[in-house]
């Protein structure tokens, strides 16, 4: 199956990505309660091993519900400044288990590898250090929306399959 054209390919992931990191470091900043509903629904690699793969500057989480307690009840208030990010396309024609393979000239169903990087404060804005990041990001489609076309669509597009975040030094 043909995937999507260059210039699809391009445009769909650009604007997904600018949406996707808008709100994701809106909700790390102030929407704690809804970071879990950013991630893909776990489900598991060939080899076993669990999805989503979430790695925080070093230590694995277990899953999306992990990742947003820990930002509940652990970490301190915080304030993202995104500097920049980039995505290429990964796999142009995704489809997920289970699920047939839509055509691929739309570019809803490819993966798309997401590279951010900024500054977050974690503390009060005034007494915290500045501290670069980087983190990069696998994003899908977000298949709950593809079944329900054509229904009021509702939620987020794109969900994370795969973080790696890490403090720069």
């Not at 990742?67 to 652990?74: A, I, L």
């Amino acid at each position: 199956m043909a995937g999507p054209s260059a210039d699809v390919a391009t445009k769909v992931s650009t604007e997904a990505v600018e949406r996707f990191v808008e709100s994701y470091y809106a909700a790390l900043q102030s929407s704690r309660a809804t970071l879990s509903s950013f991630y893909s629904p776990p489900s598991a690699m060939p080899d076993g091993k669990p999805l989503p793969a979430i790695v925080f500057n070093g230590n694995i989480l277990p899953d999306a519900a992990a990742f947003q307690v820990m930002f509940e009840k652990q970490m301190p208030p915080a304030h993202y400044e995104v500097q920049s990010y980039d995505c290429h396309v990964l796999n142009p024609n995704h489809t997920a288990v289970g699920f047939e393979a839509s055509s691929g000239g739309s570019g809803k169903n490819m993966t798309i590898l997401l590279m951010v990087s900024g500054y977050v404060i974690f503390g009060e804005l005034r007494e915290a250090a500045m501290r670069g990041f980087s983190e990069t990001i696998v994003l899908v489609p977000n298949l709950d929306l593809t079944i329900t076309k054509g229904r009021g669509r509702r939620g987020k597009e794109w969900l994370i399959q795969s973080q790696n975040f890490r403090l720069v030094v």
